[in-house]
């Protein structure tokens, strides 16, 4: 079968997102789903994003499905970080903020520009390891590695005082 060329513009993932949360995707019709994103397609730059996303959810979909499924929204967002974590091998505290929770006052603390102690201590030795190696980053980098050494709290963030 001659894959179809296809572009983000054409908008096709939107159907591969609402086929893959669908009532439809099992176990049995996840290979389908998954042989479709990857033989159909021509992908170019953005559409191998997509349909690397949209087999992941589907996979996911498929697995909540069966006798050992019915995750929990906690377990869903737990799941939300491992992906971050394991896929673009991030390491150490991250914060994801949505800004739509800015309407709700009761979400002001996730908005503070603050760092807890822990954090800004691993940033410092983050810091001293970067500049052990000579040949480790740019000038401008170095400085300012220097400078969160010096004590200066990156982009107007502030130490959190514990309460």
């Known amino acids: 079968m001659k894959r179809k060329e296809i572009t983000e513009e ?3 993932h939107e159907e591969w997102y609402k086929e893959a ?3 439809g995707m099992s176990f ?3 290979p389908e789903f ?14 191998i994003c997509h349909a690397l996303t949209a087999g992941a959810i589907a996979t996911m979909w498929a697995m909540n499905k069966t006798d050992q499924g019915g995750i929990t929204g906690f377990q869903a967002s737990c799941i ?3 992906l971050i974590k394991n896929w673009m091998s991030y390491e150490g505290p991250m914060k ?4 739509d929770e800015m309407l709700y ?4 603390e996730k908005f503070k520009t603050s760092i807890s102690p822990e954090t800004w201590e691993r940033i410092k030795e983050k810091a001293r390891e970067g500049l052990a190696n000579p040949q480790c980053g740019s000038p401008k980098v170095r400085e300012h590695w220097q400078s ?3 004590g200066v709290i990156p982009f107007g963030y502030c130490l959190k005082m514990k309460e």
């Not at 033989?39 to 559409?47: K, M, P, V």
């Not at 994801?96 to 800004?99: A, F, V």
């Open 148 to 150: 969160i050494l010096r």
């Open 105 to 108: 006052p009761q979400n002001e």
């Open 21 to 23: 949360k669908s009532k």
């Open 80 to 82: 939300m970080w491992e």
């Open 10 to 12: 054409m908008k096709i």
């Open 34 to 47: 998954l042989k479709k994103l990857c033989e159909n397609y021509t992908h170019d730059y953005g559409t």
């Open 96 to 99: 994801l903020l949505q800004y």
């Open 28 to 30: 049995e019709t996840l």
